[in-house]
């Protein structure tokens, strides 16, 4: 059997959270392979709305295990509060969710390295989310680091005290001053580990390819979104992991011949959160409206997402890089009651009109050219089916479908569960 992927495929926060937890009645295994509490995934349902982090999305279902896979990392002490969420709602975790081995752990001293980072940076910051992501994957490409499966050896302190001590003389290297109380936030972590240590520990990579021999439907669980990938995406504002379908095959231990379906999720225009180019983006009402109708504030730090229109030439790019075999267009609702709508059809780069994502796209060297659309006015949130669909949102599709080669083969109209059109 093969292993799915579902991916975003612009700048994170597509609803990558909600179309797993839709999808997770037809798969055994839901596996998360890279990124980690910097994701921010929100699932409705019942009236309840979860956010997630680092927990696979498949986590609300009896029947589906949850595997969070070696190429994620992992903050102990946010793991827990994530748990502790889920102890809340009486969500028996502990035979479903299980954990790699070599899933790197994210240290107090990590987050104080991120953000003494992003300061000493000023106005050229990333806008990371200071959850240590990118000096945890700094340490595990510089074989420094921690990992879930060191927890299980005796001298697992001592390694822990290791690197601290490491961390600490980085910190001083810092031309700014980061305030924290290490004795506090090393109680907090071990408080993390000592709940972590609940769960499972596994050999994740072993585990998946015994399942897909026993012909278990697995589907994989991307997180932040392809723009955002440490080689394709906008460098250096990116995240540290490979969110693209390769990151997959490295994140889980699962080979590029076993992938099956590449889910690419899609917001019906693009939102960012951070800094970085943006050539779409929007300062006038329309941006305005698509920030406050689609409640456009990060999931995991609240910050104000910006908005603008869809990039068509950034969509393709993702498309051709993850190898997209089926498209997911959500918050099309959101839309609903513009006069016309824009997506970017080309970009003029240094002069000349072209198609493809180029090496920069920052405002200097970037304008954008659009073709421009009816809107439409009905209200979507309450559709079931595609043929309820307004005629003026079919085109936009269509149009969509033409261009990226890709069929759209869900519609999302709200944040709920039940909102949620399949297309044959
Ligand atoms: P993720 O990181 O990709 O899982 O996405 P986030 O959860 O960070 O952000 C998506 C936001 O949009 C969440 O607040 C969702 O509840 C919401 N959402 C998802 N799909 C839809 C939709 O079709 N319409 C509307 N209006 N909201 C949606
Ligand atoms: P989900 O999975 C949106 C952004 C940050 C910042 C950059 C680097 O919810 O889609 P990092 O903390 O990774 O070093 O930050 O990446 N970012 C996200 N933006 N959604 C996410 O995840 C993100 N994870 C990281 O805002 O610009
Ligand atoms: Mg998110």
């Not at 510089?142 to 961390?167: F, I, Q």
């Not at 030439?313 to 609903?336: C, E, I, P, R």
Request: aromatic content about 8%; proline content about 4%; hydrophobic content about 35%.
């Amino acid at each position: 059997m093969a292993v799915d992927l579902l991916l975003g495929l612009q700048w994170g926060d597509e609803g990558k959270g909600k179309i797993v937890d839709v999808l997770t009645k037809d798969y055994d295994i839901i596996a998360r392979f890279q990124g980690g509490p910097n994701a921010g995934h929100t699932l409705i349902f019942d009236g309840t709305k979860h956010v997630l982090h680092t927990i696979p999305s498949g986590i609300f279902h009896k029947t589906a295990m949850n595997v969070v896979g070696n190429g994620v990392v992992i903050d102990p002490v946010i793991f827990k509060k994530e748990l502790e969420n889920l102890d809340k709602h009486k969500i028996d975790y502990t035979s479903k969710l299980l954990i790699s081995r070599k899933a790197h752990l994210i240290l107090p001293t990590h987050r104080l390295l991120d953000a003494a980072s992003e300061t000493s940076k000023g106005k050229a910051k990333i806008g990371s989310t200071l959850k240590g992501i990118g000096p945890t994957y700094m340490d595990k490409t510089g074989r420094n680091g921690m990992r879930v499966g060191d927890l299980e050896l005796e001298n697992w302190k001592e390694k822990y005290d290791a690197l601290t001590e490491k961390h600490l003389k980085m910190l001083q290297f810092f031309d700014v001053q980061v305030e924290f109380n290490l004795d506090e936030l090393e109680a907090e972590f071990i408080r993390g580990i000592d709940k972590l240590r609940n769960l499972q520990f596994i050999d994740s990579e072993e585990y998946l390819n015994q399942a897909i021999k026993a012909k278990k439907t697995i589907l994989a669980e991307g997180a932040q979104g392809s723009l955002l990938d440490i080689d394709f995406g906008t460098y250096p504002f990116v995240t540290s992991s490979n969110t693209t379908a390769a990151g997959a095959c490295t994140g889980l231990g699962v080979a590029p011949n076993k992938i099956g379906e590449v889910y690419g999720i899609f917001k019906a225009y693009t939102t960012r959160v951070g800094s970085g180019p943006f050539p779409t983006e929007l300062f006038d009402k329309d941006g305005e409206t698509m920030a406050s109708v689609g409640h456009e504030f990060g999931a995991t730090t609240g910050r104000p997402r910006r908005c603008g229109w869809l990039d068509l030439v950034a969509l393709k790019y993702a498309v051709d890089v993850n190898g997209v075999t089926q498209l997911m267009m959500m918050k099309g609702d959101v839309l609903s009651g513009f006069e016309s709508l824009k997506i970017c059809t080309s970009y003029v780069y240094q002069g000349k009109e072209i198609t493809h994502f180029p090496y920069n796209i920052e405002p200097e060297n970037i304008s954008v050219k659009y073709t421009e659309f009816k809107g439409w006015k009905a209200d979507l949130t309450g559709m079931t089916n595609q043929e309820q669909l307004p005629k003026n949102l079919l085109d936009y599709i269509a149009f969509i479908e033409q261009e990226t080669g890709v069929p759209v083969t869900i519609v999302s109209v709200g944040p709920d569960r039940k909102q949620t059109i399949t297309r044959k």
